[in-house]
Structures are given as structure tokens and as C-alpha cells.
């Protein structure tokens, strides 16, 4: 049986069809979706692309911030055997007609009315779209466009069936999904993911990081790069964790969400935490006299802790009661102020990040583990790994693939995460 990420969304919909799958915010409240709620979604958008005359082999593009819509659209059009290909939000009108035409999309899902309008100044140039669909709360008249409601109405058109037969005849090798680079030699390129790259990589990563059920992570970073997708998508339907969708503009509600969904893994890019450190710098400087000495000693304790378990080793019986201290005066306050108490694993990937700031969290018990790798790798290359974490380093090569130099320092990487 072909094993993608489609079936393990109808895996998890079958066996625990009850759970929460995602959760978003609506008002004040973080409101959830069952894995079953969740497979049928992806379902009925799928049945709408197909009344769309999207078919096997053909493509779609999504253009907006981290929403449960775009994550259906994008796993609907796999379903259905099309690949999806998302659209930075921050693209010019001409960088997203530059995707739409080379990814020959005909569908394209967009968040709002500003992002519809940069599709709508273009698309009268565009000879292969054909429909606009936007995501919920936004309503166009335009005979062009579908709201979300009307869009999903579509799949009324077509029987389940069809859909059951579009998934069995999925192949491991076929084109699942493409993701364009940031084209810094030129203009961006779409990289080819297949269905085995995807679901093997995710398989990897749940057995690399021990993912589980009882995990949960915010989306927050772009969806149209693979890191975000892998932690948002596929790795979360593999392990079945609980995704929650960050507040639109995360620079103004990423801690105050933190704080509220207190996620076990967190994955960031080097700017999410140098900002974290001048943040928590500035509070830790505040502290004068006894206060302050008590900071330097549990950071001295925090710092010694990290590195122990960074190679593997528990603390012995004198530094696991000076680290308990340590946490109930210090560290916890951190975390909390962080919304990171009860993260477990935390990844930083996507640029270099200087090691002071990595031995800065982990003086206050926030080991963070760097991961390196490319949109081609779908997401990692090499990695780091929890009981072995050297600050500095990239780590060691991902499960299942082999990464050697080549005589003129070349990086070459081989294994079923490359595209």
C-alpha cells in the first residue's frame, strides 16, 4: 500500500478520530478541529478542485499567512494528485504571477483583499489561472473569485469515490508538492518534492525526536517553506501532534500565544531568537544585589546542567539539587515569561546563529539544538539530536542519508529526503 501523508490524515481521522488535529483562535479562545473533522476537509477541498478541473499532475498556488485553509487547499491538491506550490505573503504582484505561471497554477488560494489584489492587478496576463478561492472572511465580487464557502460548495459536484481513486492511484515517486526558493541565483526555482520525500522525512523526524500524540507546536513562520510544512503538516500528521495556528502578525502576538499554548516543540529562525535574548537580557539586567548574584550563580548552574545533557549525562546528586534551586528562582520564571516551561525540544534552523546566544539559553536551561539543510533535502540535512547537542555545529547527518564534502568543499547529501 502506497504510504503518503494522505493516508496517514486518513489513518489518524479512522483510529483517533475524536482529537484535536489543529486548533485556531476565534475571539479569546483556541477553538479545535478533530483529526476526523480535519480528514473530511481536506476531503471536501479536494472534491472542489476536482469540480475545478484541476487533475493528476497539475498544480495550484496559496498566497497568505499560516491559516487551517491553507494547509487544506495545499494537502487537498496532493490528495488529488497535483502538486501545491505556496507564495511568500511579502511577493510583489510580479514575483507572484512569476509562480503562478511557472508552477502553471489555475487555482490560487489568497488570505484577504490586499493579497487578491496583487493577484487581480496580474491576472489578465496570466493565461493559465482561472479561478482565485480565498480563505474564510473575505468575500469579492468578482466572477473570477470564490469565497471559501462557495469554493468548498464545489465539491458537492463530486462523489467521494472519485477522491478514493485519485488517492489509491498515488504513486511514492510522483510529484507532491514544490517548493520555490528565495532565488538567489536568479529567479526563484520550483524544487520537486515527491510523496516519499515528504513522508519518509517525517517518519525520520518522529523517530529522530520521539514525536507523539501528547506534542503540540505553533505555526508561525512561512508556509511556503518546507521547515514550516514539515513541522506544520507533515511531521504533525505523521506523530499526530497538535498544531495551532499563530494570530495573524506574529511579531505582535508570538509571545502572548506562546504563553497561552505553551507548546513542547518550538522551531525558530535566528532573528525569533535574538530577539528572545535582548528580552530576556533586558529583565535579567534589572536585578541588583543579592538578586543579581543569584541570577550569575543559577545561570553558572543552568550552563553546567545544559552541557551535561548536551552530551548525554544527567547531573549528579550535589548539581541536580543546585539545578533544582536554580529552576524554581530563575529558570522557571524565564520559561514562563517565554511561553516555553514546557517545550522539550527546541530548533533553530535556516541561517547561521551565533553561538552566544545559544550558550545564553542554555545558561537558563533552554537547550537549542541547530539543524541545517535546504528546500532539496526537504527541510534537513544534518542535525543535531537531543543527548547529542554541540553548540556551534550542525550535527550529525539526518536518519537515512549520507552527507559527504567533495574535493572542492562541495556538500553533497544522498538519501530519500533529496528531491
Not at 140 to 149: C, G
Not at 177 to 187: A, D, K, N, Q, W
Request: glycine content about 8%; proline content about 5%; aromatic content about 8%.
Amino acid at each position: 500500500m502506497t504510504d503518503t501523508i494522505l493516508h496517514r490524515l486518513h489513518e489518524n481521522g479512522r483510529i483517533r478520530p475524536n482529537a484535536p488535529a489543529y486548533y485556531e483562535k476565534i475571539g479569546s479562545a483556541w477553538v479545535p478541529t478533530s483529526w476526523q473533522e480535519y480528514t473530511n476537509q481536506v476531503r471536501q477541498a479536494a472534491r472542489a478542485l476536482v469540480a475545478l478541473g484541476v487533475e493528476p499532475g497539475q498544480n495550484v498556488t496559496i498566497l497568505g499567512f499560516n491559516r487551517p485553509e491553507w494547509v487544506i487547499f495545499d494537502l487537498a491538491c496532493m490528495m488529488i494528485g497535483g502538486a501545491p506550490a505556496g507564495i511568500y505573503t511579502t511577493n510583489s504582484p510580479a514575483e507572484c504571477k512569476y509562480i503562478i505561471e511557472n508552477s502553471e497554477s489555475s487555482i490560487i488560494l489568497v488570505e484577504n483583499q490586499s493579497q487578491w489584489e496583487k493577484i487581480a492587478e496580474v491576472r489578465d496576463d496570466i493565461a493559465c489561472l482561472k479561478y482565485i478561492a480565498l480563505m474564510r472572511g473575505t468575500e469579492i465580487d468578482d466572477e473570477m473569485t470564490l469565497s471559501w464557502e462557495a469554493f468548498m460548495a464545489k465539491g458537492n459536484e463530486v462523489e467521494e469515490s472519485v477522491i478514493d481513486a485519485r488517492m489509491d492511484a498515488l504513486e511514492q515517486d510522483q510529484l507532491a508538492t514544490l517548493i520555490y526558493t528565495s532565488g538567489t541565483t536568479g529567479p526563484p526555482k520550483g524544487v520537486m518534492l515527491s510523496h516519499h520525500n515528504l513522508s519518509s522525512t517525517a517518519t525520520n523526524a518522529k523517530g529522530l525526536i520521539d514525536l507523539s500524540p501528547s506534542d503540540r507546536t505553533i505555526s508561525y513562520l512561512p508556509l511556503s517553506h518546507i521547515a514550516e510544512q514539515m513541522f506544520s503538516i507533515h511531521a504533525a500528521i505523521t506523530a499526530a501532534y497538535q498544531v495551532y495556528y499563530a494570530e495573524y502578525s506574529p511579531q505582535d502576538h508570538l509571545n502572548d500565544n506562546l504563553k497561552e499554548v505553551k507548546p513542547t516543540i518550538f522551531f525558530g529562525v535566528p532573528r525569533i531568537f535574538e530577539r528572545f535574548q535582548a528580552g530576556v537580557a533586558a529583565q535579567l539586567s534589572q536585578a541588583e544585589g543579592v538578586r543579581a548574584k543569584l541570577v550569575e550563580w543559577a545561570r553558572g548552574v543552568g550552563h553546567e546542567v545544559t552541557m551535561l545533557r548536551n552530551r548525554g549525562q544527567e547531573p549528579g546528586a550535589l548539581l541536580a539539587l543546585q539545578y533544582r534551586i536554580a529552576d524554581a528562582l530563575v529558570f522557571s520564571r524565564v520559561k514562563e515569561g517565554l511561553g516555553l516551561y514546557q517545550a522539550r525540544l527546541i530548533i533553530v534552523s535556516a541561517a547561521p546563529i551565533s553561538e552566544d546566544i545559544l550558550h545564553f539559553f542554555a545558561s537558563l536551561d533552554l537547550p537549542i539544538m541547530e539543524l541545517y539543510g535546504q528546500s532539496e533535502d526537504c527541510g534537513p540535512s544534518t542535525t543535531n539530536r537531543p543527548g547529542a547537542i554541540k553548540i556551534g555545529t550542525v550535527g550529525q547527518a539526518w536518519p537515512g542519508s549520507e552527507v559527504k564534502l567533495a574535493p572542492d568543499g562541495e556538500i553533497l547529501v544522498k538519501g530519500p529526503n533529496v528531491f
